[in-house]
């Protein structure tokens, strides 16, 4: 089972915190496609994302990209999962704008954000704990300028 926190939320944009309710066993979906245009920071636990023929595991601080049409399998070691993300999803009238930007990055999972990423999404977990909807919105709309400049360099920084 999976549970979601709606945070913050305009017309555009939405801010919520993903988890599973603690003591509950979950069952691993075999394959999950996206609805949206969505960046995922990874706040505790850990779990693998499957994408591509590829695993990688995800903890604190790890990164995960997903769009419309995006076909992906997360699986998690413990039977409790314990992992905690914040999910910023974007409307299609935003995220249009960077949709090639979006699909230009070389990866969709990181385990270790890009700088601009990680500074971008210090501050939107910052702004979220304090409840200040201005700087919510500020800082979602920068982890967007983030993605699209490390998308113009070659090799983004970052491990």
């Known amino acids: 089972m999976n549970r979601y926190e709606k945070l913050f939320a305009t017309q555009d944009l939405s801010l919520s915190r993903f988890d599973h309710p603690p003591h509950q066993a979950h069952d691993d979906p075999d394959e999950e496609v996206s609805t949206r245009w ?9 779990f693998d994302v499957v994408h591509g023929g590829r695993s990688v595991r995800l903890g604190r601080g790890g ?44 990866w969709a999972v990181r385990p270790s954000p890009t700088p601009r990423l990680a500074f971008a999404g210090r501050r939107l977990r910052e702004a979220a704990d304090s ?12 982890a967007l300028a983030a993605l699209e400049h490390d998308a113009q360099q070659a090799r983004p920084r970052g491990r």
């Open 38 to 46: 969505a960046i995922a920071f990874v706040q505790a636990g850990s």
């Open 63 to 106: 990164v995960f990209l997903s769009r419309p049409g995006f076909v992906f399998r997360c699986r998690h070691q413990d039977t409790c999962p314990s992992d905690v993300c914040l999910s910023a999803a974007f409307a299609d009238s935003v995220a249009e704008e960077f949709a090639e930007a979006w699909l230009r990055t070389s």
């Open 131 to 142: 409840g200040d909807a201005f700087q919510v919105e500020r800082w979602m709309l920068a």
